[in-house]
């Protein structure tokens, strides 16, 4: 068990050397005073230690690769973090009036701006904290557009068997219906089931492209018009925009609504790195209806807040997670319109080299290794001869070998899937590193299944109760357990 700060007290130790007070000493307010604080008596350099030894128990994208599967783990820029901390940004106040805080708006409405060129949208709202956040605001501004049309009698939203949880706590989250769509054996979703759902009582379908099996739905185009024809909207997961930036505009392909996870592909931290955000885009038929206060611009060049005519209202407290669209803008500005096209090829490049080697190999399943990946390439943890030791197992073993794992048992419809997402900022020395790691695994597996099955045996804990831990969260120990 680690160290807790208290465990290493030893009484009269101190940290720090108060000089005398010279000024008069004065009783303090004794109603606020406690009869007790036990706090932890410790010298300097032992809490430096403390904690920096806490830190290094952590897994980050700074120390190693983090090929986690549609979270899109990439390097976060260290500029980044330089600009979000100017004073100019991070001594604001939420309330101070327009014309005080012109800067800030500004970068708030470029960032609108740039969103919008790269997505093809005619309007963006920044408000959203996280993806399933903007997934319930877009679902939110469709349901209110039918509604302003009278129509009252639509509940039900589609969603594909391959998509994210959050698409179907969406839908549940808004009122609605969820009706799941099954995929065709090839990966796309299947059509005729598709056809089979839509009538006039469908809000929507919601649906990433690329999907989770890391494919792109070659039907998109198709599937759009079928929903549109019965008056339905359609919703676009943009988790794994870092496939297709500069490639191909999403509301070019008839999607009506997506949001854009800046913290996936803008290469705001995620996770323990602090708040995400996510902006989303709308089509010009959905822009009165999307949460306000925006960004807008008048003649004069001068920023000031407007709220669409038919908003759904606020999501989100103030405007969203400021520091986390700082960090985006800056990401965007500095790759440029050629760059961010270079992350996205350069993505499907690195997944489809690991997709290539792992095929080759031969260790690993690949049930659409058929077709070229995206940014993902979902592998399988069924190692012929050792069929005792399953995904679980070959992810528990890669902490061993320095690795985070990939997402594994997701897709939900592939059997014990491992999904592989490398990014962009691997260098290739890493892919083949990770993929011998694979390698030698699939051979451990082989001949001492045991070896897997007790992984992980270097790191700080070993196989955690991640049920209890998620729902019981012990997030503060105290002085006197
Ligand atoms: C990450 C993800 C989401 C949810 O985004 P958050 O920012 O984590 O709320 C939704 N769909 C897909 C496919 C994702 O990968």
């Not at 030894?53 to 549609?70: E, I």
């Not at 990401?331 to 440029?336: A, Q």
């Amino acid at each position: 068990m680690e160290k807790f700060i208290y465990d290493l007290s030893v009484p009269g130790r101190r940290g720090v050397d108060m000089p005398n007070s010279d000024v008069p000493e004065t009783a303090l307010p004794q109603e606020y005073l406690r009869e007790d604080l036990p706090l932890p008596e410790i010298g300097e350099p032992e809490v430096v230690r403390h904690y920096v030894r806490l830190s290094q128990l952590n897994y980050a994208v700074d120390k190693g690769m983090y090929p986690l599967g549609s979270c899109t783990m990439k390097y976060n820029p260290k500029v980044n973090e330089r600009l979000c901390r100017l004073p100019g940004f991070a001594n604001l106040h939420p309330l101070q009036g327009a014309e005080q805080v012109q800067g800030a708006m500004g970068m708030m409405y470029e960032l609108q701006d740039m969103l919008a060129a790269i997505t093809g949208f005619a309007a963006v709202t920044l408000q959203p904290a996280a993806g399933a956040h903007g997934e319930l605001t877009g679902v939110l501004i469709m349901r209110k557009a039918q509604l302003a049309r009278g129509q009252t009698q639509r509940y039900k939203i589609l969603v594909p068997d391959s998509a994210h949880g959050t698409n179907p706590a969406t839908t549940t989250m808004a009122g609605l219906e969820v009706i799941e769509i099954p995929s065709a054996p090839d990966g796309n979703v299947d059509i005729e089931a598709l056809k089979a759902q839509l009538d006039d009582k469908v809000v929507g379908l919601m649906i990433t492209n690329p999907n989770t099996l890391g494919l792109f739905e070659q039907n998109i185009v198709t599937i759009c018009q079928l929903v549109h024809a019965v008056g339905g909207f359609v919703y676009g997961d943009g988790a794994n925009l870092n496939a297709i930036m500069g490639i191909v505009r999403p509301a070019d392909l008839g999607i009506d609504v997506m949001h854009f996870n800046l913290h996936k592909t803008f290469s705001v931290p995620h996770g323990g790195g602090g708040p995400g955000a996510g902006p989303v885009g709308v089509t010009e038929e959905l822009a009165p209806f999307l949460p306000g206060p925006l960004v807008a611009m008048d003649e004069d060049d001068e920023f000031y807040w407007v709220v669409p005519e038919q908003s759904i209202g606020r999501v989100k407290s103030f405007h969203g997670n400021f520091g986390a669209l700082v960090r985006a803008h800056v990401y965007i500005r500095m790759h440029g319109a050629e760059g961010l096209r270079a992350v996205s090829e350069d993505a499907v490049l690195s997944a489809n080299y690991i997709q290539a080697l792992l095929k080759q190999r031969g260790d690993y399943p690949i049930p659409h290794g058929d077709r070229f990946c995206m940014h993902e390439v979902v592998a399988q943890g069924k190692i012929a001869g050792a069929e005792g030791v399953h995904t679980l197992d070959i992810a528990k073993r890669l902490i061993d070998f320095g690795y985070h794992p990939p997402t594994i048992y997701f897709p939900l419809i592939v059997p014990e899937a491992l999904m592989i997402e490398p990014t962009e900022t691997e260098a290739k020395e890493t892919l083949d590193a990770f993929v011998d790691a694979l390698t030698d695994i699939a051979r451990e597996a082989r001949a001492d299944a045991e070896l897997l099955h007790s992984a992980p045996h270097t790191a700080p804990v070993r196989r955690l109760d991640e049920v209890r831990a998620a729902r019981q969260p012990v997030l503060a120990r105290h002085a006197e357990e």
